[in-house]
């Protein structure tokens, strides 16, 4: 009876442990769709700045120059440099006859508010966007 107990509360850790794991895989999913909430999207981006995770920079760098978009209110794409829209894991968004798709409809543009532009998230200090017209740049 005891060997069973022990088996059991054993199971019973490790599912805890595996179920952790997962939770903490859908962590950052969840925060990068809390990035189209204008009302979350300044926390979101404390949070995934403190994960330090590099594979969210594609992400972040799309947010950053407007090129993060909403498709069906579910869906996060990139419109990435060929024009074509990808999900997060970098496959494209295609039609029924495997073309790149650009919908008509349901597609609304990740917008950064504006007070997390120029600024450091948490830090308080302005840092200057490079747009590319600086005196460097004629």
Do not use: F
């Amino acid at each position: 009876m005891r060997t069973t107990c022990l088996v059991l509360l054993g199971c019973w850790l490790a599912l805890g442990t595996v179920g952790a794991r997962l939770a903490d895989a859908a962590l950052p999913h969840a925060l990068i769709m809390e990035l189209t909430t204008p009302a979350k999207q300044r926390t979101a981006l404390l949070q995934l700045r403190d994960l330090a995770d590099p594979a969210l920079k594609g992400v972040l760098q799309a947010l950053k120059e407007g090129a993060l978009y909403l498709w069906k209110e579910e869906t996060l794409l990139i419109l990435n440099d060929a024009g074509t829209l990808v999900d997060l894991e970098d496959k494209p968004l295609l039609d029924s006859a495997g073309q790149p798709l650009l919908p008509t409809e349901g597609l609304e543009q990740v917008a950064l508010e504006q007070e997390n532009m120029g600024k450091s998230p948490g830090k308080g200090n302005s840092t200057r966007y490079q747009s590319g017209h600086g005196r460097d740049n004629p």
